[in-house]
């Protein structure tokens, strides 16, 4: 529905053509801080509703498997990724490696919610699509691999959000 996919794809064979170029590929990044909108990102969006409203409603049955990174852990990757840029293969996938169902996602964000909060599924299968797998066999994965647990990072940004709305209310640390 949009050019989405196709940037991505023109910008990696952009890369592929530069003498220098080499494309990463981020699977999922989640953090604290993200703008939710039309175009933020499912685990932000879920714990937005979690904490405005206490239901979130997915729009797909939830069966879909995905992939995450905390994005201090991207940091991290991206800073060891120029470290050892001479010996990364052409395109590196960035990701944890650990596949999770929309379901499973959702009983973690909602047994984390500071209050009650309850997940709604759509009827509807998400887009079918290829499962693709990430290539981590790349020179990155031998040196680096990320260390925030998929419910740490969520308590990272739930603890974020708190933060946000006593800020906001006047009673936060700037």
């Not at 990044?29 to 969006?45: K, T």
């Not at 979130?56 to 990757?77: H, I, M, N, P």
């Not at 800073?79 to 840029?85: D, G, N, P, T």
């Not at 919610?113 to 020179?139: F, M, N, T």
Request: aromatic share 6%; charged share 20%; with cysteine.
């Amino acid at each position: 529905m949009n050019s989405y996919g196709v940037i991505k794809r023109l910008g990696e064979t952009w890369a592929g053509h530069s003498p220098a170029g080499k494309t990463v590929r981020l699977w999922n990044v989640y953090g604290p801080a993200e703008s939710v909108g039309e175009r933020s990102h499912v685990i932000s969006d879920w714990i937005h509703s979690c904490t405005n409203g206490g239901v979130v409603r997915s729009r797909t049955d939830g069966l879909e498997k995905r992939q995450f990174l905390y994005v201090a852990d991207c940091a991290d990757g991206l800073v060891e990724m120029m470290r050892s840029f001479d010996t990364l293969e052409p395109v590196t996938d960035m990701s944890s490696g650990q596949w999770i169902t929309m379901r499973d996602l959702g009983q973690h964000v909602t047994r984390l919610a500071p209050g009650p909060c309850s997940i709604e599924y759509g009827a509807d299968p998400a887009v079918a699509r290829q499962q693709v797998e990430p290539k981590l066999s790349a020179g990155l994965h031998n040196v680096w691999k990320g260390t925030t647990s998929l419910q740490d990072g969520l308590s990272l940004v739930y603890s974020d959000i708190e933060r946000s709305k006593g800020s906001a209310s006047g009673n936060g640390e700037l």
